[in-house]
């Protein structure tokens, strides 16, 4: 089992969301988030973390589970800051009330033995941090999170970026039954035009079937699972 969370703040202060998500050993991931309407980043990033720590704590655990935050605010408060602030009152070394006392106080509460926090630098590339902050920044903007796939798609590189634009085009010119003439067939599946004019029955091109009309036409029909082990 491991675990992540991350906060954002449109304006700080202004509209703001958090994210987190649970990985658990078979695979699944359970996500969490929230929005709130005037808010601070380090205050979404305090309550993405109480949040995460109130559902660990409803769940079994096994051995020590680490959650994963790009806040070094959250980290250095809870690892070091907080004992001082406690010792003299609520108080900062400068004698200043020390701001978000409220959440600083739930997650003083809410700390489990088993759980500690480790420090990724976010942006990165680190999955789960990425993900926990596209979940955040949606619920900032009071948008639904992108779903996991989605997110991975905008993230692939330029290449793949490409490949799955062209699958989705595929997907809906098989849908919609338009034919394509030789050189737009060409250009979808970037394959070049002599080569393909050679051909004159159907054929298999990833998740279709590639088949000849009159007139030097072709359209793409979906294939059923059973014939996928053709042309690639």
């Not at 790009?70 to 907080?82: A, K, N």
């Not at 004019?197 to 159907?202: C, L």
């Amino acid at each position: 089992m491991a675990a992540a969370c991350d906060g954002a703040c449109s304006g700080n202060p202004g509209p703001g969301g958090w994210g987190a998500l649970i990985r658990f050993a078979d695979g699944s991931v359970r996500e969490y988030g929230g929005h709130e309407a005037a808010t601070t980043n380090n205050r979404m990033e305090l309550t993405a973390a109480l949040a995460l720590l109130q559902e660990l704590r409803q769940l079994p655990r096994r051995g020590e589970l680490v959650i994963r935050t790009d806040s070094r605010y959250l980290i250095d408060g809870l690892q070091s800051w907080i004992h001082g602030w406690k010792r003299r009152g609520w108080r900062t070394a400068s004698g200043s009330a020390v701001l978000n006392r409220d959440l600083w106080e739930q997650l003083d509460a809410a700390r489990l033995a088993d759980v500690r926090f480790e420090h990724v630098r976010g942006h990165s590339g680190d999955p789960d941090n990425e993900r926990c902050d596209a979940i955040a920044v949606a619920h900032a903007r009071g948008q639904e999170a992108p779903t996991a796939a989605a997110q991975a798609a905008d993230l692939a590189p330029a290449p793949l970026q490409q490949l799955l634009t062209r699958l989705e085009l595929a997907g809906r010119l098989a849908q919609g039954g338009y034919s394509l003439t030789l050189v737009e067939l060409a250009q979808l599946l970037e394959q070049p035009a002599a080569q393909l004019a050679e051909r004159q029955d159907p054929w298999r091109w990833r998740d279709w079937r590639v088949e000849p009309l009159a007139e030097g036409r072709w359209r793409l029909v979906a294939a059923p699972p059973a014939a996928q082990h053709g042309d690639g």
